[in-house]
């Protein structure tokens, strides 16, 4: 808030920009710039497989990050870069509207942008398994009203966290690596969103477990837990 005072609690939807860098408390640190923790995290499941993507900014240093596991062969792909200072990192202030963004120098590049049907996220990573490229166009539905677990925590030192994690949300779109490609419908696929930002300590224990799924009636159920 503008006068400084932080509100604690939480919400079944996300109700503010998040402004991190104008909090009083941590622009007193010679080093504030550092301090932020901001993240942008989804995955996509379905019965044949398990796709990830993460934006991750530390401050003096950004992570992006991507995996697959391949369910029916058991095989799993990953790979992570790094970029000095978060160079060219785009990150929006609202989970809901703004266009997140990274691009290393090696031609891997993961967009994210709100759209009034959910979050479009492309993924594109050369050379992702051997000689095999990596490309990813997925839609994260998210209707107004699917709710999500939008906190605020108090952390020591007048340090706070800001957290809104969205599971159940059906996803559409194709993965596809090499020649080989995973299609998502939205009859099997659910998908989650983990949008954070935090003036975290340099060493700080993370407990969270998420689940979503469909009953024999149909009905997507999903829970987050942090």
């Known amino acids: 808030r503008g006068d400084g005072l932080v509100e604690f609690g939480w919400a079944r939807q996300p109700l503010f920009d998040v402004n991190m860098t104008a909090a009083g408390s941590v622009r007193r640190h010679v080093f504030h710039a550092w301090r932020l923790k901001r993240w942008e995290y989804f995955y996509v499941v379905t019965p044949e497989v398990f796709f990830s993507a993460q ?17 029916e062969r058991h ?7 790094n970029i000095p200072f978060g160079i060219g990192i785009i990150l929006a202030d ?20 709100m ?6 996220v492309t993924v594109d990573w ?17 209707p107004e009203d699917l709710e999500s677990l939008s906190v605020v925590d ?14 159940g949300m059906q996803a559409t ?12 419908s939205p009859s099997e696929a659910l998908g989650e969103l983990d949008w954070s930002r935090g003036f975290l ?4 224990p993370w407990q969270w477990a998420t689940a979503s799924g469909r009953t024999s009636q149909g009905q997507t159920i999903g829970f987050n837990l942090c």
């Open 55 to 71: 934006i991750a900014h530390l401050g003096y240093l950004a992570d992006v990050g991507a995996y697959l596991y391949d369910v």
């Open 115 to 120: 759209t009034p049907d959910g979050k479009h």
């Open 94 to 113: 609202h989970p809901r509207r703004g266009t997140t963004s990274a691009r290393t120098r090696s031609s891997t590049r993961i967009w994210s942008e």
């Open 75 to 81: 095989v799993l792909m990953e790979h992570t870069a």
């Open 126 to 142: 050369s050379r992702f398994d051997g000689q095999r490229d990596l490309h990813a166009d997925l839609l994260l539905g998210w």
């Open 154 to 167: 108090p952390l020591k030192s007048g340090r706070f966290a800001y957290t809104t994690k969205v599971t």
């Open 201 to 204: 300590e340099s060493v700080t």
């Open 173 to 184: 779109g194709t993965i596809r690596v090499g020649q080989e490609t995973w299609e998502c």
